[in-house]
């Protein structure tokens, strides 16, 4: 066990509960074909039940996808869902949360959405989804010198539009969104340990790409643990590495097996 893996357990061990902070694709399942296919997993779907159901346990689902989405990948009562970067949440009753307002964010979407379609032109190996509170195109099936032709256009005419509203623009490897600043799971992950954390409870943020490391900075700030999932030498502010989404949910199921060893020792 490194150093990282053993302060992890001994936190645990003087813990009263736990919250886990869990991105979706590429976390706890592989990534879909597309971002609008929605394939819920049986695995994960009976994992994070177990787990929601652990009394020393509390869930937060934390995703790019729209909340819609994430409700039908993970029908599990009594979590967290936080969709678009959590601009959107559901609570473990089931009451839904609005970082902003929706009325005054879809105009400025829509508007983009008639833009980046004349770029596009339906043009192979790219894909626009639209998440309602945000606008993303993915060119990860594009030819590389041509993705990036095509992206940085739809940057500039992006940047040209917004201006100084509250909107802010996303990157990745040929990928570019437009979202309200306040879609940002750092802002997420802030908002509930703000707002719900527990006396004596102890955070752990697991995710696997830049959107994710923004949240990794206020787990750790918060005293908490933060892990990357990727077999990759990224550069990173994880505590520790977890290799992929398999693996995520067999760490997950041995962290639930050994709780209450750990908390009766």
């Not at 996808?65 to 601009?87: F, N």
């Not at 900075?217 to 990357?228: E, P």
């Not at 977890?242 to 949910?249: G, K, Y």
Request: net charge negative; glycine share 6%; with cysteine.
């Amino acid at each position: 066990m490194d150093p990282a893996q053993w302060m992890l357990r001994e936190n645990i061990n003087l813990a009263t509960s736990l919250w886990l902070f869990l991105d979706y694709d590429g976390t706890l399942a592989d990534f879909a074909p597309t971002p609008d296919d929605v394939f819920p997993n049986p695995e994960v779907i009976e994992l994070i039940t177990n787990l929601s159901q652990h009394r020393l346990l509390r869930i937060a689902i934390v995703s790019g996808r729209r909340l819609k989405h994430i409700q039908t990948l993970l029908p599990v009562e009594g979590i967290w869902l936080a969709g678009t970067y959590g601009i959107e949440m559901q609570s473990p009753k089931g009451e839904l949360i609005h970082q902003a307002s929706y009325e005054e964010i879809r105009p400025t979407i829509k508007t983009i959405k008639e833009i980046w379609e004349n770029i596009l032109n339906k043009q192979a190996g790219f894909y626009l989804e639209d998440k309602g509170w945000s606008l993303a195109i993915h060119a990860k099936d594009a030819p590389y010198s041509e993705a990036i032709e095509i992206l940085t256009t739809a940057r500039n005419k992006a940047v040209m539009e917004i201006g100084r509203s509250p909107f802010g623009i996303l990157g990745g490897d040929r990928f570019l969104e437009i979202a309200p600043n306040k879609a940002n799971k750092a802002n997420a992950v802030n908002y509930l340990l703000g707002k719900y954390q527990r006396t004596g409870s102890y955070s752990i943020y697991i995710g696997d790409d830049d959107k994710d490391e923004e949240a990794f900075r206020v787990i750790k700030n918060h005293g908490g643990t933060a892990i990357l999932v990727s077999n990759e030498p990224l550069k990173s502010l994880a505590d520790f590495r977890i290799h992929n989404p398999r693996s995520v949910r067999q760490w997950l199921r041995e962290l639930s097996a050994n709780l209450d060893e750990i908390h009766n020792c």
